[in-house]
């Protein structure tokens, strides 16, 4: 059971836009920042927004994030066949005193 | 181009010590930064282990705190992991990876991991 809550599939066709969700609490979300990941099978996971909103260098502008008290989204626009992977998002718990991730989701495009 | 490879044994018995070793090129671990281990069970999402800074400082998962050990070795420029007593719920594909910066940071390189089965 993952500390973060997200949908266990999304999905969508070339050119339109999804969101994935990620709920937490205030241990976590409600108090720290969000970074998602994206995850595709026999590669190096790719990080692809920081600090709720950031993109890092090279991450297409079609990857946005965004947060709001303890849930936070990743927004896919014009979605492409390559985008189909997991994606996963993280914030800092301070409980755990340590990372905590939600539990994935996977996006299909159609 | 930071770049982190797993290596260890691929299967390991159980209540034995699973061992894992993460390579760091294109960065020097003694130059900052912190250093850690996650890893994701079959149909599962991801978990973290521990983490290590580049001085030594550990920091573990409670749930895991009193099984696993994180040690950097600077002049070989790797870290690793030892999990020991383990069992089949110990199975997974453990990551290594660089985090930048502690609560607010976030793990910016990753290994492609590698897959650890506990069986006898």
């Known amino acids: 059971q993952s500390v973060l809550t997200q949908p266990p599939s999304a999905s969508g066709t070339p050119g339109q836009r999804v969101t994935i969700s990620c709920s937490g609490s205030n241990s976590n979300i409600g108090r720290n920042s969000v970074n998602w990941y994206q995850l595709l099978p026999g590669t190096a996971p790719k990080f692809l927004i920081y600090t709720n909103n950031q993109r890092p260098s090279g991450v297409p502008d079609r990857f946005s994030g965004s947060k709001s008290g303890t849930s936070a989204s990743l927004a896919i626009s014009g979605l492409q066949s390559e985008d189909e992977a997991d994606y996963y998002c993280e914030a800092w718990d301070d409980s755990l005193n340590g990372p905590v991730f939600g539990g994935g989701t996977k996006l299909t495009v159609l | 181009q930071v770049q982190l490879q797993e290596s260890g044994p691929g299967l390991v018995k159980p209540s034995e010590t699973l061992s894992l070793t993460c390579a760091v090129s294109?960065?020097?671990?003694?130059?900052?930064?912190?250093w850690g281990w996650l890893r994701q069970p079959p149909g599962k999402g991801l978990e973290w282990i521990g983490n290590?800074?580049?001085?030594?400082?550990?920091y573990y998962n409670p749930s895991l705190k009193s099984r696993a050990t994180v040690s950097v070795d600077t002049s070989g420029n790797q870290f690793s992991l030892s999990l020991s007593s383990v069992t089949a719920a110990d199975t997974a594909l453990y990551y290594c990876?660089?985090?930048?910066?502690?609560?607010?940071?976030?793990?910016?390189?990753w290994g492609q991991g590698t897959l650890v089965t506990v069986s006898s």
């Open positions: 294109g960065f020097s671990i003694s130059s900052g930064f912190y």
């Open positions: 290590i800074y580049h001085i030594g400082s550990t």
């Open positions: 990876a660089r985090r930048d910066g502690y609560t607010w940071g976030y793990f910016d390189y």
